[in-house]
């Protein structure tokens, strides 16, 4: 937890490691039915942003969430200079409304 004392810490490298168990393709599921498409074809939708993305890290991304329980998902952070955390928290949440943003926190994806 962040209090006063820790809340500047600056970001040099973050690396999260994400296995999936079953969230991601009921997440996909209640969403595809929420919008009135099979999970099939709302899966092909979302793999076919993959072709569009103009960030390679939304790319994997994309291509990971056809295929989740298959590989591990890898997210690694790394700005060219540290970072306020609270900053880098601040970015991942604009990054759907401003994807330029990926390149200044230094965002990968990767599946493997």
Known sequence: MLNGN?????????????????????????????????????VAFVQSQSATAQNPAYAGFFRWLGNPGKQTLSIGIKPDQPMPLMQV????????????????????????
Do not use: C
């Open 6 to 42: 820790n809340a500047d810490m600056q970001v040099i490298s973050m690396t999260m490691n994400y296995i999936d168990h079953g969230l991601v393709p009921r997440a996909l599921g209640a969403i595809a039915a929420a919008r009135g498409l099979p999970p099939q074809a709302f």
């Open 89 to 112: 928290v601040a970015t991942l949440g604009n990054l759907a409304s401003m994807p330029e943003l990926a390149k200044q926190i230094g965002l990968s994806v990767q599946a493997h």
